[in-house]
T-cell receptor, first 111, second 115 residues
């Protein structure tokens, strides 16, 4: 089956720092890739997605590029804000069934 | 519009009792998914429905777990003879159609505590 590996953290950064959260996946074929975010006290929500190799997903200043050759989908943001503090989940999906999630990365941004 | 709703939001039950968790998907969404989020296991996929049919039930943790969906809308996840290891947040998601590229919209979850 599919699997997703991501750094678990917590990752603590200062405001305006550059963010990278690494994510690699194992899957057969060409899965779709997703980043979901869970803000404190809120439900999971889609942050961005990419459905084929070399696609770049972007939203709210975050970006991730689907790299087939390295089976990676690293999340980046150039300048983080305190409001970005949340848990970030990388996920993949190969077909009609459910998402396979990584363990989640707890991000803490300090003012 | 209305998102995915789940009830109850919190449920505390005694070991050995049965519980029913309910999910109301976004209107018109044909695909529905159940997940479990726990500290030890992270986010686990349990089962999905396309319409009222669940093609694969192998993700359910044990035969104490069952799920059904009626009218292509509401779904219930039933846990019989609950155990302490069933304590987790149970999440439901819906999607306009099945298929890997469609976004899944998540509900707020039901926090289940088995004492």
């Amino acid at each position: 089956g599919n699997s997703v590996t991501q750094m678990e953290g917590p990752v603590t950064l200062s405001e305006e720092a550059f963010l990278t959260i690494n994510c690699t996946y194992t899957a057969t074929g060409y899965p779709s890739l997703f980043w979901y975010v869970q803000y404190p006290g809120e439900g999971l929500q889609l942050l961005l997605k990419a459905t084929k190799a070399d696609d770049k997903g972007s939203n709210k200043g975050f970006e991730a590029t689907y790299r087939k050759e390295t089976t990676s989908f690293h999340l980046e943001k150039g300048s983080v804000q305190v409001s970005d503090s949340a848990v970030y989940f990388c996920a993949c999906r190969g077909g009609a069934d459910g998402l396979t999630f990584g363990k989640g990365t707890h991000l803490i941004i300090q003012p | 519009g209305a998102g995915v709703s789940q009830s109850p939001s919190n449920k505390v039950t005694e070991k050995g009792k049965d519980v029913e968790l309910r999910c109301d998907p976004i209107s018109g969404h044909t695909a529905l998914y159940w997940y479990r989020q726990s500290l030890g296991q992270g986010l686990e996929f349990l089962i999905y429905f396309q319409g009222n049919s669940a093609p694969d039930k192998s993700g359910l943790p044990s035969d104490r777990f069952s799920a059904e969906r009626t009218g292509g809308s509401v779904s219930t996840l039933t846990i019989q003879r609950t155990q302490q290891e069933d304590s987790a947040v149970y999440l439901c998601a819906s999607s306009p159609q099945e298929g890997g590229t469609y976004e899944q919209y998540f509900g707020p979850g039901t926090r289940l505590t088995v004492t």
